[in-house]
């Protein structure tokens, strides 16, 4: 069941118990925070501090009239940039990586520059493709860029999953699997200690 609106961690007994919701006790056995670049608030309360940042990435929108753009592929050049199609004849181009930009959501001309330029160095074709609109996301960066997965040291049932950063698409599966498994009581597939989500 989705639930939309500001929650906060549920301690109790060095046990997480679960979340609450706009006013609303959600109860659970364990709970994993997967809340990306917005977790250090989170823990915050709690005295832990997580060593996870913003980086802002700009991503621009482009629009091909008359170009059936639904089955082109995705295009990963060797940069940090890429190239994706979707239906109605759009085209979404990024992405920007700036550290230390901190929540800071505007779209700047150096960003999207950025951005266009590396796109029209891989497919020319798109500078006669019109701008739709420019958006703003936050990755979560963990120092080295390492995934943050486990639980936290003196507190029962609450573990972490984070620290991604342009990785999260890809390793999100995985990461997921891992924390199930972490958030039942199995064995993991992976040894999480590597990934201590604490490290400074």
Known sequence: ???TGTAELVIAGGQARGVRCNGEMIGADAVIVAAGAWAPAIFAPLGVRLAVEPQRGQIVHLHLPC???GAWPVVLPFASHYLLAFEASRVVVGATRETGAGFDYRATAAGVAE???NALSVAPGLA???LLET???FRPMSPGTRPLLGG???IAGLLIGNGMAASGLTLGPAAGKL???AALGQETDLDLLPYDKLRA
């Open 135 to 137: 958006r703003i996301g």
């Open 179 to 181: 924390l199930a498994q």
């Open 1 to 3: 069941m989705e639930r």
């Open 128 to 130: 006669a493709a019109a």
């Open 115 to 117: 951005v266009l330029n």
């Open 152 to 154: 936290v040291a003196g």
């Open 67 to 69: 170009a059936d753009t």
